[in-house]
């Protein structure tokens, strides 16, 4: 009863994110924070060269099958819960205040640590680029903080500010990579055009393991669709539609553009070639299949991409903790939403703080920004989100067993049941090969994993004794005694 008095007290209308943007404008932000681009010119190269060479492709539709299956019980469920918690209200909903809490704290831990591992990237390469158009050479965490300032700008205003912002970056490295996917199938690669990718026995050939840990973690911001659920013309028609849509863009993208590389040096070479040339694999494809000064063009579009995927972090981050604040699980003054803009303000600049303390301590440390910062805040972020979406796919099975607000066998029981599956047979191949994701040490991994389950289960604890407290103050006032 206490928990309904205190969810209705803080979640007034003063209190609800405003906004009015539909499909386009979700599935913008969705694809941004994927940062296509990235995946493409960044981890594609890594997931050929260390894990199943030419079956890149068929690994990305594996994953985005799993996605989809995952989404049909996913994107039932908005219309039922629509707040900006997404992955936190349905474990709420489905397993209890405890579990929500602890899912809530990976979601917060995943979106932290990717958004920190893209600013180590986007830093670096941002670097680069000024270096290469004759500017100076500074380290990395001055563009670091750079980047932060304009993400922190936008991220304070009107999520349709922010959504405009990356349509325009997304439609423009999304049209580089179809530009150079159909120009490399266009002129038949190296080696003519064939489709052992898409064959099993490909797809199984080396380490198929880590090739999911790419895959999966190219996807990483799938989330969003539900998140802006609150600021959506209307949550119940817009969020289901532009999950599916996301998917399926996403999975196509990543498909048409890894078997292109492939392609472009020969599925029985791309992997020799990829281990060589990891960091410049795709700038090498450009280059020979669109002319020399593709790559300075792509270099400068990855830029944008980095940026595109920091916002789109950004606006989930300041979410997340906004909806945690009036639920009253975080400061209350973090529910705050501005006058004129709508958007959850001091989430945001709280976002900005944390961002700020995590990369300024790998640059206090002197750390790598690509192979420390990246790839272990990378890894991470992809275990973490995984085991959210897991414990998502339970929640839904049991809500709506529980409650019977919709009776649909497919949408309800089995789907959720089959990604959940799928998305735990992922999980433990990605803890199974984890060492290899944060660069081979496994005293590291061992501190890492036991990060991620340490923060679940405090997040649980606090949602349990936050719960408990609650009552008691509740029993105390019926009472009449005081509550000490």
Same mark, same amino acid.
């Given at each position: &009863?206490?928990?309904?008095?205190?969810?209705?007290?803080?979640?007034?209308?003063?209190?609800?994110?405003?906004?009015?943007?539909?499909?386009?404008?979700?599935?913008?932000?969705?694809?941004?924070?994927?940062?296509?681009?990235?995946?493409?010119?960044?981890?594609?190269?890594?997931?050929?060269?260390?894990?199943?060479?030419?079956?890149?492709?068929?690994?990305?539709?594996?994953?985005?099958?799993?996605?989809?299956?995952?989404?049909?019980?996913?994107?039932?469920?908005?219309?039922?819960?629509?707040?900006?918690?997404?992955?936190?209200?349905?474990?709420?909903?489905?397993?209890?205040?405890?579990?929500?809490?602890?899912?809530?704290?990976?979601? !917060?831990?995943?979106?932290?640590?990717?958004?920190?591992?893209?600013?180590?990237?986007?830093?670096?390469?941002?670097?680069?680029?000024?270096?290469?158009?004759?500017?100076?050479?500074?380290?990395?965490?001055?563009?670091?903080?750079?980047? &932060?300032?304009?993400?922190?700008?936008?991220?304070?205003?009107?999520?349709?500010?922010?959504?405009?912002?990356?349509?325009? !970056?997304?439609?423009? /490295?999304?049209?580089?990579?179809?530009?150079?996917?159909?120009?490399?199938?266009?002129?038949?690669?190296? %080696?003519?055009?064939?489709?052992?990718?898409?064959?099993?026995?490909?797809?199984?050939?080396?380490?198929?393991?880590?090739?999911?840990?790419?895959?999966?973690?190219?996807?990483?911001?799938? /989330?969003?669709?539900?998140?802006?659920?609150? /600021?959506?013309?209307?949550?119940?028609?817009?969020?289901?539609?532009?999950?599916?849509?996301?998917?399926?863009?996403?999975?196509?993208?990543?498909?048409? #553009?890894?078997?292109?590389?492939? !392609?472009?040096?020969?599925?029985?070479?791309? %992997?020799?070639?990829?281990?060589?040339?990891?960091?410049?694999?795709?700038?090498?494809?450009?280059? /020979?299949?669109?002319?020399?000064?593709?790559?300075?063009?792509?270099?400068?579009?990855?830029?944008?991409?980095?940026?595109?995927?920091?916002?789109?972090?950004?606006?989930?981050?300041?979410?997340?903790?906004?909806?945690?604040?009036?639920?009253?699980?975080?400061?209350?003054?973090?529910?705050?939403?501005?006058?004129?803009?709508?958007?959850?303000?001091?989430?945001?600049?709280? %976002?900005?703080?944390? #961002?700020?303390?995590?990369?300024?301590?790998?640059?206090?440390?002197?750390?790598?920004?690509?192979?420390?910062?990246?790839?272990? &805040?990378?890894?991470?972020?992809?275990?973490?989100?995984?085991?959210?979406?897991?414990?998502?796919?339970?929640?839904?099975?049991?809500?709506?067993?529980?409650?019977?607000?919709?009776?649909?066998?497919?949408?309800?029981?089995?789907?959720?049941?089959?990604?959940?599956?799928?998305?735990?047979?992922?999980?433990?191949?990605?803890?199974?090969?984890?060492?290899?994701?944060?660069?081979?040490?496994?005293? !590291?991994?061992?501190?890492?994993?036991?990060?991620?389950?340490?923060?679940?289960?405090?997040?649980?604890?606090?949602?349990?004794?936050?719960?408990?407290?609650?009552?008691?103050?509740?029993?105390? %006032?019926?009472?009449?005694?005081?509550?000490?």
């Amino acid at each position: &009863m206490v928990e309904k008095t205190v969810s209705s007290t803080t979640s007034g209308s003063e209190h609800r994110l405003r906004g009015s943007i539909g499909v386009p404008g979700i599935v913008f932000l969705v694809i941004a924070a994927a940062a296509p681009l990235t995946a493409v010119a960044g981890s594609l190269p890594v997931m050929i060269a260390l894990g199943n060479g030419a079956g890149a492709p068929l690994t990305y539709i594996v994953v985005a099958a799993v996605l989809l299956v995952f989404s049909v019980g996913y994107a039932t469920m908005s219309g039922h819960v629509t707040e900006s918690g997404a992955f936190y209200a349905y474990v709420t909903k489905g397993l209890g205040r405890g579990p929500g809490l602890g899912a809530a704290s990976l979601a !917060l831990l995943a979106y932290t640590t990717v958004q920190a591992a893209i600013y180590g990237l986007a830093a670096s390469t941002l670097g680069s680029v000024v270096v290469r158009f004759g500017g100076p050479d500074l380290p990395w965490w001055v563009w670091a903080f750079v980047l &932060m300032a304009l993400v922190a700008v936008l991220g304070y205003r009107s999520i349709n500010v922010g959504a405009k912002v990356l349509g325009v !970056l997304l439609v423009a /490295e999304m049209l580089l990579i179809v530009v150079l996917s159909v120009s490399i199938l266009g002129q038949g690669g190296a %080696q003519g055009i064939e489709v052992s990718s898409f064959s099993p026995s490909t797809f199984m050939s080396g380490s198929p393991g880590i090739a999911l840990m790419f895959a999966v973690g190219s996807f990483i911001g799938f /989330e969003a669709t539900a998140i802006y659920g609150e /600021e959506t013309k209307n949550p119940r028609r817009t969020v289901p539609i532009a999950t599916y849509v996301a998917v399926i863009i996403i999975g196509v993208l990543y498909a048409v #553009a890894s078997w292109a590389i492939v !392609l472009a040096f020969g599925a029985d070479d791309v %992997q020799a070639i990829a281990t060589e040339h990891t960091a410049d694999l795709t700038f090498i494809a450009a280059d /020979e299949y669109l002319g020399g000064v593709s790559s300075d063009v792509l270099m400068v579009m990855l830029v944008t991409s980095l940026f595109a995927a920091l916002l789109a972090f950004h606006n989930a981050i300041a979410r997340y903790t906004h909806v945690l604040s009036r639920s009253g699980f975080a400061p209350r003054s973090l529910m705050a939403v501005h006058p004129r803009h709508g958007s959850p303000h001091l989430g945001s600049l709280f %976002q900005t703080v944390t #961002a700020f303390v995590l990369v300024g301590i790998f640059a206090l440390a002197g750390a790598d920004p690509v192979l420390e910062l990246f790839t272990w &805040m990378a890894g991470v972020a992809t275990v973490s989100i995984l085991v959210v979406m897991v414990l998502t796919s339970a929640a839904i099975v049991v809500y709506f067993t529980r409650s019977g607000a919709d009776t649909r066998l497919w949408h309800t029981k089995i789907a959720p049941i089959l990604g959940g599956l799928g998305l735990a047979g992922i999980t433990a191949l990605v803890i199974a090969n984890f060492t290899t994701l944060i660069g081979g040490s496994r005293t !590291l991994a061992n501190i890492f994993l036991a990060i991620i389950v340490c923060t679940f289960v405090i997040g649980w604890a606090v949602g349990h004794f936050v719960v408990r407290s609650r009552r008691g103050t509740a029993m105390d %006032q019926t009472s009449g005694s005081p509550h000490p």
